[in-house]
């Protein structure tokens, strides 16, 4: 038996899961979809969930008994953001470049095993805007932080990515939804160290993005400009890899890296 197995114990794991499932769903969760996941009968799911909601981290719904993550989850995500070295090295580089672009949106992401999460963000000031506050999960297949995020890694982890997002789905119709067609574009991505979605994700968004490394030449991080087509043209958000990609290249210089 491992170390990680002998302290183990199962109904702290349990429960643990149980918010990884609420994390996961864009709906609240059931006593019976508990059952499903864990396998365990209503009995438990029921003592499971009560226990979490009796800590304050999930709110049930008196009409309907269902089950929600609760706010009080919301200031973990906060510290667990704040407590990011690479966000508080990046913010002063992404001011600069709002400061260039400023009709478009100016994000930080990261990749957290199959999770795309955006860690910051600063808005344009025009109107109409997309809303993707810290810690959004987005997709990695059809968004330019993703495909950043995952262009290195091979074939048997992409495989892992697109299990846990559900398969390649569509958001729109210029949305990727065949493995090959992603696999030709996270090359791409690769070899021009850019990632695009071009209304992709969001019908009329367009977004570029670029990787940061660190001493060891991984991806730890991307930065992108993003906006919709009436706030910035797709050959606008073009012509903002440049300077994209000289931020990076700073911020990736103060991890240590230094490009052959």
């Given at each position: 038996?491992?170390?990680?197995?002998?302290?183990?114990?199962?109904?702290?794991?349990?429960?643990?899961?149980i918010?990884?499932l609420?994390?996961?769903?864009?709906?609240?969760?059931?006593?019976?979809?508990?059952?499903?996941?864990?396998?365990?009968?209503?009995n438990?799911a029921?003592?499971?969930?009560?226990?979490?909601?009796?800590?304050?981290?999930?709110?049930?719904?008196?009409?309907?008994?269902?089950?929600?993550?609760?706010?009080?989850?919301?200031?973990?995500?906060?510290?667990a953001?704040?407590?990011?070295?690479?966000?508080?090295?990046?913010?002063?580089?992404?001011?600069?470049?709002?400061?260039?672009?400023?009709?478009?949106?100016?994000?930080?992401?990261?990749?957290?095993?199959?999770?795309?999460?955006?860690?910051?963000?600063?808005?344009?000031?025009?109107?109409?805007r997309?809303?993707?506050?810290?810690?959004?999960i987005?997709?990695?297949?059809?968004?330019g932080?993703?495909?950043?995020?995952?262009?290195?890694?091979n074939e048997?982890?992409?495989?892992?990515?697109?299990e846990?997002?559900?398969?390649?789905?569509a958001?729109?119709p210029?949305?990727?939804?065949?493995?090959?067609?992603?696999?030709?574009?996270?090359?791409?991505?690769?070899?021009?160290g850019?990632?695009?979605?071009?209304?992709?994700?969001?019908?009329?968004?367009?977004?570029?993005a670029?990787?940061?490394?660190?001493?060891?030449?991984?991806?730890?991080?991307a930065?992108?400009?993003?906006?919709?087509?009436?706030?910035?043209?797709?050959?606008?958000?073009?012509?903002?890899?440049?300077?994209?990609?000289?931020?990076a290249?700073?911020?990736?210089?103060?991890?240590?890296?230094?490009?052959?």
């Amino acid at each position: 038996m491992s170390d990680n197995e002998k302290y183990n114990i199962k109904v702290v794991e349990r429960c643990f899961k149980i918010l990884d499932l609420a994390a996961s769903r864009n709906a609240p969760i059931s006593i019976q979809d508990v059952c499903d996941s864990l396998d365990v009968n209503s009995n438990m799911a029921f003592r499971l969930l009560s226990s979490i909601q009796n800590a304050g981290y999930l709110d049930k719904n008196g009409q309907n008994g269902l089950f929600s993550l609760s706010l009080k989850c919301l200031n973990l995500s906060r510290v667990a953001l704040q407590s990011l070295d690479i966000r508080n090295l990046t913010m002063p580089y992404l001011e600069l470049l709002w400061q260039n672009f400023q009709k478009a949106n100016i994000n930080m992401g990261v990749r957290n095993g199959t999770d795309i999460l955006i860690i910051d963000r600063i808005d344009g000031n025009s109107l109409p805007r997309t809303y993707f506050t810290p810690g959004r999960i987005i997709p990695f297949h059809c968004t330019g932080l993703g495909k950043v995020l995952c262009c290195m890694l091979n074939e048997d982890e992409i495989d892992k990515m697109i299990e846990a997002s559900g398969g390649l789905k569509a958001f729109t119709p210029k949305t990727i939804t065949e493995k090959s067609d992603l696999m030709k574009e996270l090359e791409k991505v690769r070899l021009e160290g850019v990632g695009r979605d071009r209304c992709e994700y969001i019908q009329g968004d367009n977004c570029s993005a670029v990787p940061i490394f660190n001493a060891k030449g991984e991806i730890v991080a991307a930065i992108s400009a993003s906006a919709l087509e009436p706030n910035m043209s797709e050959s606008e958000i073009e012509g903002t890899i440049y300077k994209l990609k000289e931020m990076a290249n700073r911020i990736s210089s103060l991890l240590g890296y230094y490009a052959v």
